[in-house]
Nanobody, 123 residues
Framework: QVQLAESGGGLVQAGDPLTLSCVAS????????MGWFRQSPGKEREFVAA????????YYADSVKGRFTISKDGAENAVYLQMNSLKLEDTAVYYC????????????????WGQGTQVTVSS
């Protein structure tokens, strides 16, 4: 099992950038994948972005494509989510998660989850 800790959330204005970090304790293998999900009040948790740990292949939800960038630092055992041009609808609790599959957009295929970090975008 891997423990995940997100940080970097906060209150920003629409159009601002923000970068989230997620540090993992425990080994992440090259066959694994890391993902970011988010959940807004009254909505189901949704996929945001994912990255294969053993490569630089990345995947994005259509709603964030071109604005968000997922990246990783193997030496730091960390994954990041750089968010640009934030919109009001990006307001949510953001979670990072690990899957033993190389990549997935389905939350049920992720095995370990962080506690989440709140991102609030104001007008």
């Amino acid at each position: 099992q891997v423990q995940l800790a997100e940080s970097g959330g906060g209150l920003v204005q629409a159009g601002d950038p923000l970068t989230l970090s997620c540090v993992a304790s425990g080994r992440i293998f090259s066959s694994h994948g890391m993902g970011w999900f988010r959940q807004s009040p009254g909505k189901e948790r949704e996929f945001v972005a994912a990255i294969r740990w053993g490569s630089r292949n990345t995947y994005y939800a259509d709603s964030v494509k071109g604005r968000f960038t997922i990246s990783k630092d193997g030496a730091e055992n960390a994954v990041y989510l750089q968010m640009n041009s934030l919109k009001l609808e990006d307001t949510a609790v953001y979670y990072c998660a690990r899957t033993r599959r190389g990549y997935s957009t389905q939350e049920q295929e992720y095995d370990d989850w962080g506690q989440g970090t709140q991102v609030t975008v104001s007008s």
